[in-house]
């Protein structure tokens, strides 16, 4: 197992947020690193934050639950701990974190979640806690004892363990490190060591109790062991070659089985086939004797036929004669179609030829009445044109009038018995006094001018309404034509 990162907030002396990535450079190059510091510098915090984020315990806290968390800083209201590592397994990001209700530093404690992912493709292993000791124990090969022993020493043991003699370190080791089973394995094998001893002096007894021979002796038992010995290498060749034998009659028996059920098969296919030949035979009696009868009855319809040729050219004439009835009839109902289209016709077409003859008598009385209408407009032309024509002599003769009202600055020039330059009279009866104009002149004026326009407007109004009727008779003679 190799830690790759930690990652903390809020455990015990370090408050805020660490991170420390062993990835780093800086701690790649060298290989060898220390982690030290004055006491409560948090050199400890750093081994809980891992047990924290694998376990979610420590040696010095066995239990971290809703009910209390002594690793969480004072006055703060959320601690994590994570941890990135690596195994012959793959990558993994274990995290562990707890929190106050609403990050409160004087919140109520809530339950802690864990959490072990696989940091190459995000996927989360386990969330659950009693999930998450199994899932770690299998990626890690260790649990919390184990790892504890193997890969970090508690503080105090170590201290311990640093001031005692060669003769104290021996249990404190034990108990640091959980092998209190080497001593037990020790003693078994002392035990084990005595009783070997013991059997081995047993031994030595019995083999003293054999009898020594001479050289002679030794000499013959040798030769009739080497006789022995080539007794029994005969005897293994001959064994080799019974076996070999053997074999070859496995074999052959083999063989022979395989050849008796080949020769079954074979006589049972025979035997189908001899079946089969026999109900082929029978059929083909079947079938002679079914071409005998075919070709009788053939020969009884060649004649029929014969018989009858005469009538096939009649029943030929029959059927073109049924054709052309069915093309006449066909005809016919065409023709029944067209002249039921052809009547249609002709009522439309009469119908168009009374509306025609009234739509001429209704023209002419049109053109009467349009003569009669345009001679009493063109009456009424007249008669507005000549009253236009009146009107304006009295406008003309009622500005005369205000003219000579507005020749006064002339007529006090005017001399007794002079001749007046514009009359040429002698007389001049308004010298004194001044001609004033009246309000019936001014009212009757502007009543003649009112007029003249009124005429003038109906005048142009009745030409407009000639002229539109005008072009409605051309449209019409063009829409009858």
């Not at 701690?27 to 924290?52: E, H, M, Q, S, V």
């Not at 249990?171 to 020790?186: D, F, M, R």
């Not at 345009?374 to 008669?383: F, G, M, P, Q, S």
């Not at 009038?401 to 001399?415: C, G, K, M, T």
Request: hydrophobic share 35%; with cysteine; glycine share 4%.
């Amino acid at each position: 197992m190799r830690i790759l990162s930690i990652h903390l907030k809020n455990l015990n002396s370090l408050v805020g947020e660490w991170k420390i990535d062993f990835e780093h450079p800086s701690y790649r190059a060298n290989g060898l690193f220390a982690i030290t510091g004055p006491t409560g510098a948090g050199k400890t915090t750093l081994l809980d934050a891992i047990c924290l984020a694998l376990y979610g315990k420590t040696p010095r806290l066995s239990r971290v639950n809703k009910s209390g968390n002594e690793a969480m800083s004072r006055q703060t209201g959320e601690c994590f701990a994570e941890l990135r590592f690596e195994t012959q397994a793959g990558r993994y990001r274990c995290t562990w974190s707890q929190r106050r209700a609403r990050k409160k530093a004087d919140g109520e404690l809530q339950a802690p979640r864990h959490e072990l992912v696989n940091d190459a493709n995000g996927e989360i292993l386990a969330e659950k806690l009693q999930e998450i000791q199994g899932e770690v124990e299998r990626v890690t090969g260790m649990d919390f004892d184990r790892f504890t022993r193997t890969m970090l020493l508690a503080q105090g043991s170590f201290d311990a363990f640093l001031r005692a003699t060669s003769s104290e370190r021996a249990p404190i080791l034990e108990q640091i490190t959980g092998t209190e089973i080497y001593s037990e394995i020790s003693l078994y094998v002392h035990e084990r060591k005595s009783k070997e001893e013991q059997a081995l002096r047993q031994l030595e007894k019995e083999a003293e109790s054999f009898p020594v021979y001479s050289a002679e002796e030794e000499h013959a038992l040798r030769e009739d062991c080497g006789s022995k010995e080539k007794q029994a290498q005969l005897l293994a060749e001959s064994l080799k070659r019974c076996q070999d034998t053997l074999n070859t009659v496995e074999e052959l028996e083999k063989r022979q089985r395989t050849l008796v059920l080949d020769l079954t098969a074979k006589e049972k296919k025979q035997s189908d086939g001899q079946k089969r030949l026999k109900d082929l035979s029978e059929e083909k009696l079947k079938l002679e004797a079914c071409i005998a009868n075919k070709r009788k009855a053939l020969g009884a319809v060649r004649q029929l036929l014969e018989s009858t040729q005469a009538d096939a050219s009649l029943i030929e004439m029959l059927g073109a004669l049924q054709q052309r009835r069915d093309a006449l009839a066909k005809d016919a109902k065409q023709l029944e179609k067209e002249q039921t289209a052809s009547e249609k016709c002709r009522q439309e077409l009469s119908a168009v030829a009374t509306k025609l003859t009234t739509h001429e008598g209704l023209e002419v009385e049109y053109q009467e009445r349009r003569s009669i209408a345009v001679a009493v407009l063109n009456a009424h032309i007249l008669e507005l044109e000549a009253l236009c024509a009146k009107l304006r002599r009295d406008e003309d003769e009622v500005n005369a009038q205000v003219n000579i009202h507005n020749y006064r600055e002339a007529r006090l020039s005017l001399e007794p018995g002079a001749p007046c330059p514009l009359c040429g009279s002698t007389e001049h009866p308004f010298v004194d006094g001044a001609l004033e104009i009246s309000d019936s002149i001014k009212q009757r004026l502007q009543s003649i001018k009112t007029a003249i326009n009124k005429a003038t407007e109906e005048r142009d109004a009745i030409r407009l309404t000639l002229a539109k009727h005008g072009e409605d008779v051309k449209a019409f003679e063009r829409s009858a034509s």
